[in-house]
């Protein structure tokens, strides 16, 4: 098994930054590909964006030159750095390891216009 928590969510303004961390414990020998992924209210959850062992990366449209993701093997994090920040940004963030197998709780953000 595989535990995953996220911190680093909160309200900002509109066009402000903020950085999610994802801290993963337990099998973390079996971690592969990480990723985040969102859910706005009455919305399916999408993914922001992933991050292969190699250290590629891709983004959903959305987000693409705004956020960047990023991972330190050794600590056994994932990181989501999101920068200017939209309204429709807002949503609870979701650390997911190995294909979407583990989740972690999620963290909210609000964007503020």
């Known amino acids: 098994q595989v535990q995953l928590v996220e911190s680093g969510g909160g309200l900002v303004q509109a066009g402000e930054s903020l950085r999610l961390s994802c801290a993963a414990s337990g099998s973390i020998d079996r971690l592969n590909t990480m990723g985040w992924y969102r859910q706005a209210p009455g919305k399916q959850r999408e993914l922001v964006a992933r991050?292969?062992?190699?250290?590629?990366?891709n983004y959903a449209d959305s987000v693409r030159g705004r956020f960047s993701i990023s991972r330190d093997n050794a600590k056994y994090t994932v990181y989501l750095q999101m920068n200017n920040l939209k309204s429709e940004d807002t949503a609870v963030y979701y650390c997911?390891?190995?294909?979407?197998?583990?989740w972690g709780q999620g963290t909210q953000v609000t964007v503020s216009s």
């Open positions: 997911s390891a190995n294909w979407a197998l583990y």
């Open positions: 991050i292969f062992q190699s250290g590629n990366a």
